[in-house]
């Protein structure tokens, strides 16, 4: 099993190119999955540069509706054609960024940027999914993830909008891919705006496993308190982990605090960085 980060903010190789978005390429015996796309600029690039063909791709699983994740669907269906796209049905949820600075607030729309109709007619097939699912064997969608811990706060300058009301987003549809391996539990993340260690809780519940090979993605720490982020950093040292490889909204700040508190188990999963199992 391989796993390629395609998209990310960052680019630690001579290839590819960096984006305000999170991608995933993921080999295994059964077949080769698409864990998000990105915003679209970077993932047709990517994959090319990387060798990693977006048209044998069985599945794609999107972790939440933003566009930084969503984005690159057009780019990949022109690709691929017909293919199965799970994701959560809040996934074309409305969504806003508000930013304050200096007095003034700017809203900006972060949604996933395409109607289902239109992704459709692209070859999407959308099976959407609320629960904890076993999508083929070995692969599983965390589904709604149930907020426990006290510490873990939602973004407060992020909104959505149902039914015509906007309200703080509670990211129902925030969901994390696992792939079971002889290895450990190996946790890939959009944004986890569920919380990691929520996540990481529902995940041992969900499959009476703690061992965990590896944890990737975005973790959103460096957007919320230093509270959190030292009291997630607290429960992460006590939990069975081998190998930590965020990036994405984990921030700068947040990952040096990873860095430092892992050594040599952390490893930044910027575009071309590769899990291999
Ligand atoms: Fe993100
Ligand atoms: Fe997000």
Redesign the pocket.
């Known amino acids: 099993m391989r796993i390629t980060i395609l998209c990310e903010n960052t680019v630690g190789r001579r290839i590819g190119l960096g984006e305000?978005?999170?991608s995933a390429y993921i080999e295994t015996d059964q077949g080769n999955y698409l864990f998000d796309t990105g915003r679209g600029h970077s993932i047709v690039k990517n994959s090319l540069e990387l060798n990693k063909d977006l048209k044998t791709i069985k599945k794609i699983f999107l972790s939440h509706g933003?566009y930084?994740?969503t984005g690159g669907l057009p780019e990949v269906l022109k690709l691929v054609g017909k293919v199965d796209v799970h994701a959560h049905s809040h996934v074309f949820l409305d969504r806003i960024h508000v930013i304050k600075e200096n007095g003034k607030e700017t809203k900006r729309y972060v949604g996933l940027p395409y109607k289902q109709k239109y992704l459709e007619s692209l070859g999407a097939n959308f099976i959407f999914n609320k629960d904890f699912v076993e999508i083929e064997k070995g692969v599983f969608l965390t589904g709604e993830v149930p907020r426990k811990t006290s510490f873990e706060k939602p973004d407060s300058t992020l909104f959505s909008e149902i039914d015509g009301k906007t309200n703080q987003d509670i990211f129902s549809d925030d969901q994390s891919l696992i792939l079971d391996t002889e290895k450990g539990l190996i946790l890939i993340l959009?944004?986890a705006h569920s919380g990691m260690i929520n996540i990481i809780n529902h995940v041992i519940h969900k499959t009476r496993e703690e061992k965990f090979f590896a944890i990737l993605g975005?973790t959103?720490l460096d957007f919320l308190t230093p509270e959190q982020l030292e009291e997630s950093i607290k429960v992460l040292k006590k939990m069975n982990i081998e190998k930590i490889g965020v990036c994405?909204?984990t921030g700068m700040r947040a990952a040096f605090r990873l860095q430092q508190e892992f050594g040599d188990q952390f490893f930044y999963g910027h575009v071309g960085s590769t899990l291999e199992i």
């Open positions: 305000h978005g999170f933003h930084d994740h959009g944004c975005g959103h994405h909204c």
